[in-house]
């Protein structure tokens, strides 16, 4: 069984910068491909940025391509989302993904099937 656990969330101003951590456990976490989703009050849980396994690839919607970078460090179970300009609709829990099925790509939302508990991101204006 996997565990997640994310860190490095908090409140910004618009512009602002934060990076999260996931640390991961339970399994070869450098054989999955992994994720951060977010979710807004009263929204459902979007894909944010996802990473394959081998951290060659990197994917992002539209809404924070050139904004937010992923990036992992196998050798310590870590998972980063380095955010930057960050905006008022960036403010939601964020969490930690990783695939079910080793060597993915990290692309497909429908492929994460482990969460963390999340962290909050506030942005004001």
């Known amino acids: 069984q996997v565990q997640l656990v994310e860190s490095g969330g908090g409140s910004v101003q618009a512009g602002g910068s934060l990076r999260l951590s996931c640390a991961a456990s339970?399994?070869?976490?450098?054989?999955?491909?992994m994720g951060w989703f977010r979710q807004a009050p009263g929204e459902e849980r979007k894909f944010v940025a996802g990473i394959s396994w081998s951290g060659r690839n990197a994917y992002y919607p539209d809404s924070v391509r050139g904004r937010f970078t992923i990036s992992r460090d196998n050798a310590k179970n870590m998972l980063y989302l380095q955010m930057n300009g960050l905006k008022p609709e960036d403010s939601a829990v964020y969490y930690c993904?990783?695939?079910?099925?080793?060597?993915?790509?990290?692309?497909?939302?429908?492929?994460?099937?482990?969460w963390g508990q999340g962290t909050q991101v506030a942005v004001s204006a």
């Open positions: 993904a990783a695939e079910t099925i080793m060597n993915g790509l990290g692309n497909r939302a429908s492929a994460f099937g482990h």
């Open positions: 339970g399994r070869t976490f450098s054989r999955y491909a």
